[in-house]
């Protein structure tokens, strides 16, 4: 059994519904009932970016960092491809330069979205025609 799965169910027409456990996740290509794939990945990147600049934080004995506001950005192709992710991190802690950049190596090792995406990650895809659904 995998360590996580979720179901996506999609009717005809370009919006989906994804279940992650008790959680269901609205998602929609053409962005009218939802955000499209590229921003959920965009957002859940920034989600995960921030954690892990926390938890490095906390990891290290660093001072309560207060809050983290993650403002991302990203650009696309004329495919609606990611080109470029960027991260502005607002941080209500006092940080040096030196402990800017050891958070920032470390959330980049800790981040998992980071890892996969650094990584080329695809999905093993098979494919069951004639489903009774």
């Known amino acids: ?23 269901e996740l609205s998602i929609d290509a053409t962005t009218e009932d939802g955000p499209s794939p590229n921003e959920v990945l965009v957002a859940d990147y920034a989600s995960c970016y921030t954690f892990a600049f926390r938890a490095g934080a906390q990891r290290n004995d660093y001072d309560e960092l207060g809050r983290i506001q993650t403002d991302a950005s990203a650009d696309v192709d004329d495919d609606d491809d990611l080109e470029s992710i960027s991260f502005e991190m607002h941080v209500e802690a006092d940080l040096d330069e030196e402990e ?21 990650l695809y999905a093993d895809v098979n494919i069951h025609p004639g489903a009774d659904l």
């Open 1 to 23: 059994m995998a360590d996580i799965e979720s179901t996506t169910t999609n009717d005809p027409g370009f919006h989906a519904l994804s279940r992650v456990g008790d959680f």
């Open 100 to 120: 800017q950049a050891e958070l920032k190596e470390l959330a980049d090792d800790i981040c998992h979205v980071h890892a996969a995406l650094k990584e080329h």
